[in-house]
T-cell receptor
Framework: GQQVMQIPQYQHVQEGEDFTTYCNSSTTLSNIQWYKQRPGGHPVFLIQLVKSGEVKKQKRLTFQFGEAKKNSSLHITATQTTDVGTYFCAVTGGGADGLTFGKGTHLIIQP | EPEVTQTPSHQVTQMGQEVILRCVPISNHLYFYWYRQILGQKVEFLVSFYNNEISEKSEIFDDQFSVERPDGSNFTLKIRSTKLEDSAMYFC??????????????FGAGSRLTVL
C-alpha cells in the first residue's frame, strides 16, 4: 500500500502561535485526507484534497495539496487550546482498501 | 448526526482468551473497516469489508482475526486467542462508498482491549 511520511512527530507551541504539519509521499496521490484525534478520542475527518495545487480553508485551518500531488500540509493560524490533539494525514490505495495513516503530529499547546 | 457505535468501550481479558468487539455502522453505509491503534502510535488498517466479504486485509490481520456481519446492523471483530501485543484501541469505521470514490470514514469511539 501507499506510504506517507508525516513531520514533525511533536510540536510544542505557545497559545496564539501558528502550527504546521507536513505529509510527503514518494508516489503521486489520488487524494489525501486529514483527520484530527483529540486526546483519548477517535479520528475525526477534517478535509479531503483531490486536485493538484488545491487549497482549502476552514476558519483558522488551511490545507494545501502540492502541485505534484505528492505532498500536503495543514496550517493552523493562532492556535487555541481546543486545537490540542494529533493531526493525521491519510491516503488510500483505492477501491475498498483502507486508509493508510501517517504517524501523526502531536500538537501540544502551552498557555 | 449519524454515528458509528462500538461496544464494549473497554475489555480486559486474559492471554489466550477469545474476544469479540462489536460495531454498529451508520445505517446507509456499505463499506466497513477495522483499525487499531496501540497507545501513542498511529492508526493501523486491519481489514475492510463490503458485500458480506473481506475486501482487503493488512499483514496484521492474520488467522487469529476474523470479521463477521451476523445481521443487517452489526459488524464484529473476533480475536481467537489473544496475545499481549493485541492490547490496543480498536476502531470501527464505515463509509458510504469505496475510497476510490473519494469518500471519507466515520469512526466509532473505539474499544480498548487490554490483554493481561
Amino acid at each position: 500500500g501507499q506510504q506517507v511520511m508525516q513531520i514533525p512527530q511533536y510540536q510544542h507551541v505557545q497559545e496564539g502561535e501558528d502550527f504546521t504539519t507536513y505529509c510527503n509521499s514518494s508516489t503521486t496521490l489520488s487524494n489525501i485526507q486529514w483527520y484530527k484525534q483529540r486526546p483519548g478520542g477517535h479520528p475525526v475527518f477534517l478535509i479531503q484534497l483531490v486536485k493538484s495545487g488545491e487549497v482549502k480553508k476552514q476558519k483558522r485551518l488551511t490545507f494545501q495539496f502540492g502541485e505534484a500531488k505528492k505532498n500536503s500540509s495543514l496550517h493552523i493560524t493562532a492556535t487555541q487550546t481546543t486545537d490540542v490533539g494529533t493531526y493525521f494525514c491519510a491516503v488510500t490505495g483505492g477501491g475498498a482498501d483502507g486508509l493508510t495513516f501517517g504517524k501523526g503530529t502531536h500538537l501540544i499547546i502551552q498557555p | 448526526e449519524p454515528e458509528v457505535t462500538q461496544t464494549p468501550s473497554h475489555q480486559v481479558t486474559q492471554m489466550g482468551q477469545e474476544v469479540i468487539l462489536r460495531c454498529v455502522p451508520i445505517s446507509n453505509h456499505l463499506y466497513f473497516y477495522w483499525y487499531r491503534q496501540i497507545l501513542g502510535q498511529k492508526v493501523e488498517f486491519l481489514v475492510s469489508f463490503y458485500n458480506n466479504e473481506i475486501s482487503e486485509k493488512s499483514e496484521i490481520f492474520d488467522d487469529q482475526f476474523s470479521v463477521e456481519r451476523p445481521d443487517g446492523s452489526n459488524f464484529t471483530l473476533k480475536i481467537r486467542s489473544t496475545k499481549l501485543e493485541d492490547s490496543a484501541m480498536y476502531f470501527c469505521a464505515s463509509s458510504e462508498r469505496d475510497l476510490r470514490g473519494a469518500n471519507v470514514l466515520t469512526f466509532g469511539a473505539g474499544s480498548r482491549l487490554t490483554v493481561l
